[in-house]
T-cell receptor, first 116, second 117 residues
């Protein structure tokens, strides 16, 4: 079974520029998450999708961050314009609902963003 | 609000030593799930174990063991006879049901484990 795929692995941009990250979850996984992990900290949830609907985006800075999950499969996360404090690893994760709500989530390798 | 505390920021041990990683959690839910994930230098979070709040039986998997104590809100992780390959950041996480369905994981700040020869 293929894992969660993310691209790019690394990205360096200047502040005020835009950037987009892509995630392809494990096939059949209805739930998809985007987490932000700042160096030295634990991952923090940005947004959660169930199929193509948003379940929780309470911690997403909506003035600059946006995310979509068209057709309930792939997802993109965009930052526009980027700030220095957005430098972090952005992790995508997916989870199957077939065995209930509290199964483990599977994570991709993340995209390391550096804003200079 | 739910909270997960991993007080140990970094632990260094010599190979073959046993090491315990601490995790303390706070929740108002009566039903909840706890997880441990490993994050090697490659960056991917690797699932290790899931435990629900009604199951306080300790679990052993090879060199790994977990001690869940509801009375102290702790879910500690022990690696026996540590190896260099165990070097990674380990995260404890707590599941939380969100309005609208589904749930999310709240992570601790992680413990960096370094196993040296």
């Amino acid at each position: 079974e293929a894992g969660v795929a993310q691209s790019p692995r690394y990205k360096i941009i200047e502040k005020r520029q835009s950037v987009a990250f892509w995630c392809n979850p494990i096939s059949g996984h209805a739930t998809l998450y985007w987490y932000q992990q700042i160096l030295g900290q634990g991952p923090k949830l940005l947004i959660q999708f169930q199929n193509n609907g948003v379940v929780d985006d309470s911690q997403l800075p909506k003035d600059r961050f946006s995310a979509e999950r068209l057709k309930g499969v792939d997802s993109t996360l965009k930052i526009q314009p980027a700030k220095l404090e957005d430098s972090a690893v952005y992790l995508c994760a997916s989870r199957s609902l077939r065995r209930g709500l509290n199964t483990e989530a599977f994570f991709g390798q993340g995209t390391r963003l550096t804003v200079v | 609000a739910q909270k997960v505390t991993q007080a140990q920021t970094e632990i260094s041990v010599v190979e073959k030593e046993d090491v315990t990683l601490d995790c303390v959690y706070e929740t108002r839910d009566t039903t909840y799930y706890l997880f441990w994930y490993k994050q090697p230098p490659s960056g991917e979070l690797v699932f290790l174990i899931r435990r629900n709040s009604f199951d306080e039986q300790n679990e052993i998997s090879g060199r790994y063991s977990w001690n869940f104590q509801k009375s102290t809100s702790s879910f500690n992780f022990t690696i026996t006879a540590s190896q260099v390959v165990d070097s990674a950041v380990y995260f404890c996480a707590l599941s939380e049901v969100v309005t609208g369905g589904g749930n999310k994981l709240t992570f601790g700040t992680g413990t960096q484990l370094k196993v040296e020869l």
